[in-house]
């Protein structure tokens, strides 16, 4: 059998999801009732209102609600109408938790040296202003005091940085520069390097200096020991006390030849492999600048005759050490030699096939350009009583080290 009965179901559900749609309005309409109905700004407070700075990080807690979406500038004025700046026009959503603000009675300036100072004792009114999106505004204002001793400011005195270009290539002439100045009182100190492209080097990270001369270097490398390339660079030290005053000083530094030198043994032949005592010894080497910035060197020129009881450093009277280090050389020595240390290699050459008064700075140093290939050719006169000696030649970078060492190994046998 059917029934009669009128089927209900679809009106039902058409009259539910009626009720919904009416109920979802409601609660929107009622959303965005509350809303609207927030204040942009309100509870604003400051608590403590006095503040007395004694360098242990006192502060006051000035809070705030905002009810909308605003840009917050919060600034104080002091009893001529001088305005101090906080915070200006700081974007806030909209939160029923405050926002607070640490003030240390500190404030930004204007002065290209003085980045922050603290304030002047004295009666000050505190502003918070909120403007909301649509243009709506509105501030609160609460009267603050700062009590204390006027204390003197930090400063960075006599600030130099020597030479204001540098070459980082290992060459032992400019290689570093030197940051000196003076504080005259206690300060925290950061020195930074900024590249042309923005990016900051640290050289001096909160370092807690007293009240002295300062001195420290920076050759022209990244914290991982990478070299920077060529260009100007900025320099900043800045000195914060302990009452919150910055006070920051800039300049320019350049960097030019930055490099790493490197050079190869590209040929070396130790003749005769025979002779008797008191005779003599001919080394032909070939020396290549494989890097990329030129290569300083000074010593015995090419042709220059050693015995083996001589030493590099006593040749004239120590002349060719008498300059700073860092000059290339290429040297011989043997295996039996009890030198050890700086006796090694006691035979050296300058790294030049030419005379020394043709050198680039003539009777001083000659220069091996990147890419370019000289033959020096050095003897020895053999006055060692060994019946077999083991000769071998290796470049030497004064004060620096050993490199390519021991490279051509060459039994010579020595009649008596």
């Not at 020195?191 to 050289?203: A, C, F």
């Not at 290939?373 to 009583?385: H, P």
């Amino acid at each position: 059998m059917y029934s009669t009965r009128p089927h209900t179901r679809p009106h039902l559900l058409k009259a539910l999801a009626r009720y919904a749609a009416l109920l979802l309005l409601a609660s929107v309409s009622l959303l965005f009732s509350a809303c609207a109905a927030q204040p942009l700004l309100s509870d604003v407070q400051c608590e403590p209102t006095t503040l007395r700075p004694s360098g242990a990080g006192e502060t006051l807690a000035i809070s705030y609600r905002i009810g909308r979406d605003a840009d917050v500038t919060i600034y104080l004025l002091d009893d001529t109408g001088e305005r101090y700046e906080l915070r200006v026009t700081e974007p806030r959503a909209a939160d029923p938790d405050p926002y607070t603000l640490h003030f240390d009675g500190t404030a930004p300036t204007s002065d290209p040296i003085v980045q922050q100072r603290l304030l002047p004792s004295g009666a000050y009114t505190l502003v918070v202003e909120a403007v909301g999106s649509g243009g709506a505004s509105a501030a609160e204002r609460l009267p603050i005091t700062i009590e204390g001793d006027d204390i003197p400011m930090p400063d960075i005195e006599n600030l130099v940085v020597f030479p204001e270009t540098i070459s980082p290539n290992a060459d032992a002439v400019d290689d570093i520069a030197q940051i000196t100045y003076r504080l005259p009182i206690s300060a925290t100190v950061d020195i930074n390097i900024t590249t042309p492209g923005g990016q900051s080097i640290p050289v001096v990270t909160r370092d807690e200096e007293g009240p002295a001369e300062w001195q420290h270097i920076w050759n022209g490398e990244r914290p991982d020991g990478s070299l920077l390339s060529d260009g100007v660079y900025t320099y900043t030290v800045q000195a914060e006390d302990r009452y919150g005053n910055v006070v920051r000083r800039q300049g320019q530094i350049a960097l030019e030849n930055v490099g790493q030198p490197e050079a190869r043994i590209a040929y070396a032949s130790i003749a005769p492999e025979r002779i008797m005592l008191g005779e003599t010894l001919t080394v032909t080497m070939r020396v290549e600048n494989v890097g990329d910035v030129p290569i300083r060197t000074y010593g015995p020129p090419s042709g220059y005759t050693y015995t083996t009881d001589d030493v590099f450093s006593s040749v004239e009277d120590g002349r060719y050490t008498a300059q700073a280090g860092g000059f290339w050389r290429i040297g011989m020595d043997w295996d039996a030699n009890s030198g050890g240390g700086p006796k090694r290699y006691p035979f050296r050459w300058a790294l030049s096939d030419k005379p020394p008064e043709e050198w680039t700075l003539p009777g001083e140093e000659d220069w091996l350009m990147p890419g370019e290939e000289v033959e020096i050719v050095g003897r020895v006169r053999v006055l060692q009583r060994e019946t077999k000696m083991g000769f071998y030649v290796g470049l030497i970078q004064d004060g620096v080290g050993f490199f390519q060492d021991r490279s051509a190994r060459t039994i010579i046998e020595v009649g008596f």
